[in-house]
Nanobody
Framework: QVQLVESGGGLVRAGGSLRLSCAAS????????MTWYRQAPGQQRELVAA???????NYADSVKGRFAASRDNAKNTVYLQMNSLKPEDTAVYYC????????????????WGQGTQVTVSS
């Protein structure tokens, strides 16, 4: 069974940094795009950063120049380096991945992690 597990969230002061990780486990043949989303209380979930298997990235305007996504395909892991954090970055951060499980007849599906809380104090 495929699952995604995020880690690295926590409480940090404004201007600080955090590094989130999201590891995929299970019988996996291939992982395509991996994406970070976040959801603040009372807000809709929004895309933060996306990274293709080849390493091309795309960011929300609100995090450009401060956040950087990377991945290690050998470890089935995606990272989100968050610098110059602001109170408005406070949210639950979720990892999303397009995964082709290992198995005859299986198809690529979209998987979500359980989320990790990031809180930025002013």
């Amino acid at each position: 069974q495929v699952q995604l597990v995020e880690s690295g969230g926590g409480l940090v002061r404004a201007g600080g940094s955090l590094r989130l990780s999201c590891a995929a486990s299970g019988s996996i043949l291939r992982i395509n795009d991996m994406t970070w989303y976040r959801q603040a209380p009372g807000q809709q979930r929004e895309l933060v950063a996306a990274i293709t298997r080849g390493g091309r990235t795309n960011y929300a305007d609100s995090v450009k120049g401060r956040f950087a996504a990377s991945r290690d395909n050998a470890k089935n892991t995606v990272y989100l380096q968050m610098n110059s954090l602001k109170p408005e970055d406070t949210a639950v951060y979720y990892c999303n991945a397009q995964i082709l499980p290992l198995g005859v007849g299986l198809m690529t599906g979209v998987y979500w992690g359980q989320g990790t809380q990031v809180t930025v104090s002013s």
